[in-house]
């Protein structure tokens, strides 16, 4: 329980009390906490209080909200190692979680500015542009955009389902394309309504936004990237050595 006459803020207390529960795994991961009003009830506070709790408690990742449904325990964050270079599906596989994707657009189109001026490539060139949600066992962790030099894996849109398959090994397997080292962009941003939907967010939840140039191993620029991954679900470690 709380204490009215504490000196520490009453909104800090409900934090506490709600992290403890989940600590102690009386609110599991991907359990709904109780309503604010429940908790306004409980604890015999405004909801207002309760609401800066919940709110900070959400920008800490330990919680997310769903629109209508509730506010919910997080799962554990997804770590990914920046070491070397993978695909989702492939880090996925190796953490033991099964990737999956649903695909919002897949299509040859010609490259925006954005993309000619990525890849080098001259205006008007067509590239293949697949936009996907990315989830680990069937939860959305990222909204993804590949945009890809249609000249060099031609038809494969049409031939490929990727929604299950990996976009890196059917380039690797059937267009020959070895892939050698990238080239990334972070930055911490709001969510754009299109991500929100996406990924199932609440407006307050953090997004990763990345861009990621794509190199092969004649250090030909072939692939750009745009994602925005979940900053309640996924964070990168690096390890940086020192060196003179």
Same mark, same amino acid.
């Given at each position: 329980?709380?204490?009215?006459?504490?000196?520490?803020?009453?909104?800090?207390?409900?934090?506490?009390?709600?992290?403890? #529960?989940?600590?102690a795994g009386v609110f599991p991961e991907n359990s709904?906490?109780?309503?604010?009003?429940?908790?306004?009830?409980?604890?015999?506070?405004?909801?207002?209080?309760?609401?800066?709790?919940?709110?900070?408690?959400?920008?800490?990742?330990?919680?997310?909200?769903?629109?209508?449904?509730?506010?919910?325990?997080?799962?554990?964050?997804?770590?990914?190692?920046?070491?070397?270079?993978?695909?989702?599906?492939?880090?996925?596989?190796?953490?033991?979680?099964?990737?999956?994707?649903?695909?919002?657009?897949?299509?040859? $189109?010609?490259?925006?500015?954005?993309?000619?001026?990525?890849?080098?490539?001259?205006?008007?060139?067509?590239?293949?542009?697949?936009?996907?949600?990315?989830?680990?066992?069937?939860?959305?962790?990222?909204?993804?955009?590949?945009?890809?030099?249609?000249?060099?894996?031609?038809?494969?849109?049409?031939?490929?389902?990727?929604?299950?398959?990996?976009?890196?090994?059917?380039?690797?397997?059937?267009?020959?394309?070895?892939?050698?080292?990238?080239?990334?962009?972070?930055?911490?941003?709001?969510?754009?309504?299109e991500e929100q939907e996406a990924l199932h967010l609440?407006?307050?939840?953090?997004?990763?936004?990345?861009?990621?140039?794509?190199? #092969?191993?004649? $250090?030909?620029?072939?692939?750009?990237?745009?994602?925005?991954?979940?900053?309640?679900?996924?964070?990168?470690?690096?390890?940086?050595?020192?060196?003179?």
């Amino acid at each position: 329980m709380i204490a009215h006459d504490s000196h520490v803020p009453l909104y800090i207390q409900i934090k506490d009390y709600i992290r403890l #529960n989940i600590q102690a795994g009386v609110f599991p991961e991907n359990s709904r906490i109780p309503s604010e009003r429940q908790l306004a009830e409980q604890f015999q506070v405004s909801r207002l209080t309760v609401s800066k709790a919940i709110n900070e408690l959400i920008q800490e990742g330990l919680l997310h909200s769903h629109v209508g449904k509730g506010t919910f325990v997080s799962s554990t964050k997804i770590e990914q190692e920046l070491r070397t270079l993978t695909s989702f599906t492939e880090e996925m596989i190796r953490r033991g979680q099964r990737p999956s994707s649903r695909v919002l657009y897949a299509a040859v $189109e010609p490259a925006s500015s954005e993309v000619t001026k990525a890849l080098l490539l001259p205006s008007g060139t067509k590239i293949i542009v697949l936009r996907r949600v990315r989830l680990a066992d069937n939860q959305p962790v990222a909204l993804e955009t590949s945009a890809i030099v249609a000249a060099i894996c031609p038809g494969i849109v049409d031939k490929h389902d990727f929604s299950q398959e990996s976009l890196y090994q059917v380039l690797r397997e059937e267009c020959g394309i070895r892939i050698a080292y990238a080239r990334q962009t972070f930055e911490s941003r709001q969510a754009t309504p299109e991500e929100q939907e996406a990924l199932h967010l609440d407006p307050h939840t953090p997004i990763l936004g990345i861009t990621r140039v794509t190199y #092969n191993a004649q $250090e030909q620029p072939i692939e750009y990237v745009r994602s925005a991954y979940r900053g309640d679900r996924y964070k990168f470690n690096a390890i940086l050595r020192y060196g003179e």
